[in-house]
Nanobody
């Protein structure tokens, strides 16, 4: 079992920044990748960013490239999402997810076997 706990969400004005954290515990030594997804009311959950634990390779949705940055802290088994240049359309619940299996489809929700409870990000205009 793996437990994921997100933190760092909040209310910010457009153009502002936030840093989300996702702390993993449990069987974390077998993780292949960790990712961030988001879900706005009435919309499907969508991929934001992912990081491969072993080599640090990162992947981003086109909508956040150049504004968001995903990173990891191996010692703390924590993944971060640094968000800058926030826009009202970034408003959503942000969820951390992880998988132990190798995958070339890190953008798909089906790839992940553990999820956190989410943290809300609200960007005002």
């Amino acid at each position: 079992q793996v437990q994921l706990v997100e933190s760092g969400g909040g209310l910010v004005q457009a153009g502002g920044s936030l840093r989300l954290s996702c702390a993993a515990s449990g069987r974390t030594f077998v993780r292949y990748a960790m990712a961030w997804f988001r879900q706005a009311p009435g919309k499907e959950r969508e991929f934001v960013a992912a990081i491969v634990w072993r080599d640090g390779s990162t992947y981003y949705a086109d909508s956040v490239k150049g504004r968001f940055s995903v990173s990891r802290d191996n010692a703390k088994t924590t993944v971060y999402l640094q968000m800058t240049g926030l826009k009202p359309e970034d408003t959503a619940g942000y969820y951390c997810a992880t998988t132990a299996r190798y995958s070339t489809s890190l953008y798909r929700t089906e790839t992940y076997d553990y999820w956190g409870q989410g943290t809300q990000v609200t960007v005002s205009s």
